[in-house]
């Protein structure tokens, strides 16, 4: 009995901490969908700025994620936000007001 009571308290833990992320509280700035916003999304981002990425396969981009500032479109700022929040400058993105 005791060992079913840690199982279910386990899994209620488990669906407690996931559940923000399948929610998609705030997914922005992942767009490997690796679940971290690491120095691989920022530079994925400048080079999609440069022209030199693509986010057509959303299977493995999220070009939604990219728009960090949420006005419509990826630009440097966004890259440039991502790079300061990997860089420890800032702590949350803000939002662009449009
Ligand atoms: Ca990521
Ligand atoms: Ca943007």
Same mark, same amino acid.
């Given at each position: 009995?005791?060992?079913?009571?840690?199982?279910?308290?386990?899994?209620?833990?488990?669906?407690?901490?996931?559940?923000?992320?399948?929610?998609?509280?705030?997914?922005?700035?992942?767009?490997?969908? =690796?679940? $971290? *916003?690491?120095?691989?999304?920022?530079? !994925?981002? &400048?080079? /999609? #700025? %440069? @022209? +030199?990425?693509?986010?057509?396969?959303?299977?493995?981009?999220?070009?939604?994620?990219?728009?960090?500032?949420? =006005?419509? $479109? *990826?630009?440097?700022?966004?890259?440039? !936000?991502? &790079?300061? /929040? #990997? %860089? @420890? +400058?800032?702590?949350?993105?803000?939002?662009?007001?449009?």
């Amino acid at each position: 009995m005791k060992k079913i009571i840690s199982v279910i308290l386990a899994v209620m833990l488990f669906a407690v901490l996931t559940v923000p992320t399948f929610a998609g509280a705030d997914y922005r700035g992942d767009i490997d969908y =690796d679940n $971290s *916003i690491s120095m691989a999304d920022s530079l !994925l981002c &400048f080079r /999609y #700025v %440069a @022209g +030199k990425q693509s986010f057509d396969d959303t299977s493995l981009y999220d070009p939604k994620a990219a728009d960090v500032n949420k =006005d419509g $479109s *990826i630009g440097l700022d966004d890259a440039m !936000l991502i &790079f300061k /929040y #990997v %860089a @420890g +400058k800032i702590t949350e993105f803000p939002v662009k007001e449009v």
